[in-house]
């Protein structure tokens, strides 16, 4: 299984110059060579680079390989998009590195090549997470420029564990106000997460209103903020729920998703909308996924019709179970729980293979 590790480059001025001056050589040389293979109906990186190495060379003072990288993301481009149009990068886009052209000299330094000023040693720094896995670091990386900073990313291969046979199932409920519930009992509030977006969104707001250059510095420093700050809270929730998993003994069970976006907010306000628009449950779920399969946890998607509305003790199923967001009353049974408890119980059924019905007692 392969991951992305980010590094955080401290070049001094001249280094950061030689870099972006390197990065806008590379994109123009990229575009240049989309262009000459998009005019010529050739589209695989090996005809493109017939056609265009020597002129890459040449007209952007690229280095051998740092040109046959050009070519590659020109090929790649073409792959992923279409043959339809031509692709033009940015000044600053990604451009790509391998072995020949940067290579690690100590857990604090890179040697990486600049067209013009050679080979430069640049510090990067890190955190926890990322010193544990710098032995891990295989292939190619990518030099990324994003606000005002350079980053190196990076892959690191993980020899996944074979998915252990279990019995039972951890039920996942997942939510705007519970980000996530599990069918053991534990919650993880989005209280705190919606706090944060309408600080943001408000502080947002007043910076565009006043449009002066002070506001648009600070616009400009807010940006992302957002999506890094729902990124964090997505890696807790699922290093918890795959953790708790795996002392268990159990898989994962998880509500598919996909589409609800377009079938629930034609049918809500615009408040809520700005509210599930925000919520980050693709990411959540692709979180869990990866930490699972490197753990050996089987996940499952099971389909989460009705879970919210069917009695996880008895199987009832009516729409007036739930008389509000946080409370689910069994017309039939009488049972009465937290809805998100419920709707995760049911998960955990249908996890099992069965309906929403009562699951079987069979836990580790």
């Known amino acids: 299984m392969k991951l992305t590790l980010q590094l955080k480059l401290l070049p001094t001025a001249d280094q ?3 870099l972006l001056d390197t990065m806008r050589r590379f994109n123009e040389a990229a575009t240049f060579a989309a262009r000459v ?26 280095s051998a390989q740092m040109a ?3 070519v590659a993301k020109a090929a790649e481009a073409f792959a992923s998009t279409g043959k339809e149009t031509c692709p033009v990068f940015r000044h600053d886009g990604a451009m790509t590195y391998d072995e020949r052209i940067l290579s690690f000299k100590d857990c604090h330094r890179v040697s990486i090549l600049a067209v013009g000023a050679g080979r430069l040693m640049v510090p990067y720094v890190f955190g926890q997470y990322q010193a544990a896995n710098l032995a891990r670091i295989r292939g190619q990386c990518d030099l990324v420029y994003r606000g005002g ?19 039972d199932f951890l039920g996942v409920d997942l939510g705007i106000v519970s980000l996530a519930a599990d069918s053991t009992g534990e919650t ?16 947002r707001k007043q910076h565009q209103r006043k449009g002066t250059k002070n506001a ?15 990124a964090n809270i997505n890696h807790v929730i699922s290093k918890r729920l795959v953790a708790k998993a795996q002392a268990l003994g159990v898989g994962i069970a998880l509500e598919d998703l996909n589409g609800i976006r377009g079938r629930v907010e034609p049918t809500v306000n615009r408040r809520f909308r ?33 879970t919210s509305r069917t009695c996880s003790a008895c199987g009832h199923c009516e729409k007036a179970n739930r008389p509000d967001q946080a409370t689910f009353r069994c017309k039939q049974c009488g049972f009465s729980t937290n809805a ?18 009562p699951a079987p007692k069979v836990s580790a």
């Not at 996944?160 to 019995?167: W, Y």
């Not at 993880?188 to 502080?203: K, L, P, Y």
Request: glycine share 8%; with cysteine.
């Open 16 to 18: 950061a110059a030689a």
């Open 37 to 62: 293979g998009f005019d010529a109906g050739v589209f695989s990186k090996p005809s493109i680079q017939k056609l265009a190495y020597r002129a890459c060379r040449e007209q952007f003072g690229l």
């Open 68 to 70: 046959v990288r050009a």
């Open 149 to 167: 900073m350079f980053f190196l990313y990076c892959t690191i291969e993980f020899q996944e564990t074979p998915p252990v046979e279990v019995n």
């Open 188 to 203: 993880f509030s989005g209280a705190g997460v919606d706090r944060t977006r309408r600080r943001r969104q408000t502080a």
């Open 216 to 230: 648009k510095r600070k616009l400009k420093r807010m940006s992302g903020q957002q999506a890094r700050f729902h």
């Open 274 to 306: 700005r509210r599930f628009g925000n919520w980050a449950f693709a990411q959540l779920r692709s979180f869990v996924e990866y930490k699972a399969r490197r753990e050996g946890v089987p996940v499952v998607l099971v389909d989460p019709r009705n």
């Open 340 to 357: 998100d408890l419920n709707a995760a119980r049911n998960l955990r059924a249908l996890g099992l293979g069965g309906s929403c019905k």
